[in-house]
Nanobody
Framework: QVQLVESGGGLVQPGGSLRLSCAAS????????MGWYRQAPGKQRELVAT???????NYADSVKGRFTISRDNAKNTVYLQMNSLKPEDTAVYFC??????????????WGQGTQVTVSS
């Protein structure tokens, strides 16, 4: 059974920092692209950052220079370091594990989400 368990969310003031963690089990972590997505109230889920199995990273323009994704394959864990947080970063943050099996088939797993609230 695949499980992705996020932690580290909470309430932080504007300009503050948080570090999210996502511990994976039930998959061969090292071969999956890992990602963080977020969904604010009334909005669609959006990509925040991804890290491929080869550790190539990609970021949404809105978080470039402020957020850093990293992965520890020995611990089956992916992190999202969030600095200089803004109120517009408030959302539920979801961990994602994705691997393409065939041209038409993707293994796609999601965590339950962790709330991040940026407010004074």
């Amino acid at each position: 059974q695949v499980q992705l368990v996020e932690s580290g969310g909470g309430l932080v003031q504007p300009g503050g920092s948080l570090r999210l963690s996502c511990a994976a089990s039930g998959i061969i972590f090292s071969i999956y692209r890992m990602g963080w997505y977020r969904q604010a109230p009334g909005k669609q889920r959006e990509l925040v950052a991804t890290a491929t199995s080869g550790d190539i990273t990609n970021y949404a323009d809105s978080v470039k220079g402020r957020f850093t994704i990293s992965r520890d394959n020995a611990k089956n864990t992916v992190y999202l370091q969030m600095n200089s947080l803004k109120p517009e970063d408030t959302a539920v943050y979801f961990c994602n594990a994705r691997r393409r099996i065939t041209v038409a088939t993707i293994d796609d797993y999601w965590g339950q989400g962790t709330q991040v609230t940026v407010s004074s």
